[in-house]
């Protein structure tokens, strides 16, 4: 079992940043694949970005592509999502996730199923 506590989120402006992390316990966080996704209320769930257990790879939505950057600290169990440059339409509870498998190809993230664990959210609000 891993379980999985996010911080960081806020209100911000657009044009703005922030900072989520995600603090892991229970099995080996280096074991696992860490993902962000993001849900506005009464939609679907989004893919935002993923890590590969040793954060030597990364893969992002096309949405977040280059304002976003996903980082992990494996001696601090924890993982990041720096956003940068925020939009209104950025506006969602984050959620970070764990598995154990790492694809460059947001198709096989599309619904989330792939991951194992989830963290119960954070919520981004930013205005215009």
């Known amino acids: 079992q891993v379980q999985l506590v996010e911080s960081g989120g806020g209100l911000v402006q657009a044009g703005g940043s922030l900072r989520l992390s995600c603090a892991a316990s229970?099995?080996?966080?280096?074991?696992?694949?860490m993902g962000w996704f993001r849900q506005v209320p009464g939609k679907e769930r989004e893919f935002v970005a993923v890590i590969d257990w040793s954060g030597g790879s990364t893969y992002y939505a096309h949405s977040v592509n280059g304002r976003f950057t996903i980082s992990r600290d494996n001696a601090k169990n924890t993982a990041y999502l720096q956003m940068n440059s925020l939009k209104p339409e950025d506006t969602a509870v984050y959620y970070c996730a764990a598995g154990t498998r790492f694809y460059r190809d947001s198709y096989y993230y599309t619904t989330g199923n792939i991951m194992e664990y989830w963290g119960k959210g954070t919520l981004v609000t930013v205005s215009s």
């Open positions: 229970g099995r080996t966080f280096s074991s696992y694949v």
